[in-house]
């Protein structure tokens, strides 16, 4: 599934996550962006009962924020200091996905980065060049 552009973003139901690509040659990492949805409980953040807010930014550190809207409705402060620069609370759809697809073109861009040192250093070390089989280990 491609996630280049909003119209690429499903609406999604409540609670629902959506993943964002992980590293180059990694998998549960937990810093892959996420996107979700969130019903905050109703003595929150002052949004009103039921309503919903969109919690954006790395997997980790997003789904405790998640956490804490669901259950208790704001966020402590050491979770906010915890989440400075890695997560953003959004009440809007639109301003959370123009987020999500912003942390989602950085992550596909260091892939593709990467991706090229890889096949770099591959074609290196099948011509015997041990610092490239030495820097394959880094992938």
């Given at each position: 599934?491609?996630?280049?552009?909003?119209?690429?973003?499903?609406?999604?139901?409540?609670?629902?996550?959506?993943?964002?690509?992980?590293?180059?040659?990694?998998?549960?990492?937990?810093?892959?962006?996420?996107?979700?949805?969130?019903?905050?409980?109703?003595?929150?953040?002052?949004?009103?009962?039921?309503?919903?807010?969109?919690?954006?930014?790395?997997?980790?550190?997003?789904?405790d924020v998640r956490k804490y809207l669901r259950s208790v409705g704001t966020i402590p402060a050491s979770v906010k200091k915890e989440m400075k620069g890695k997560v953003k609370?959004?009440?809007?759809?639109?301003?959370?996905?123009?987020?999500?697809?912003?942390?989602?073109?950085?992550?596909?861009?260091?892939?593709?980065?990467?991706?090229?040192?890889?096949?770099?250093?591959?074609?290196?070390?099948?011509?015997?060049?041990?610092?490239?089989?030495?820097?394959?280990?880094?992938?």
């Open positions: 599934m491609k996630l280049e552009t909003a119209s690429d973003i499903p609406k999604l139901k409540y609670s629902q996550i959506l993943k964002g690509a992980e590293p180059f040659g990694c998998f549960n990492t937990g810093v892959a962006p996420i996107l979700t949805r969130v019903r905050v409980n109703e003595r929150g953040i002052g949004l009103g009962p039921k309503s919903t807010v969109y919690v954006v930014g790395t997997e980790y550190p997003a789904r609370v959004y009440k809007t759809r639109k301003a959370a996905v123009n987020a999500f697809l912003r942390l989602q073109g950085q992550m596909v861009k260091s892939i593709r980065e990467d991706r090229g040192e890889y096949d770099k250093a591959r074609k290196e070390a099948a011509k015997g060049d041990l610092e490239a089989v030495l820097r394959l280990g880094d992938f």
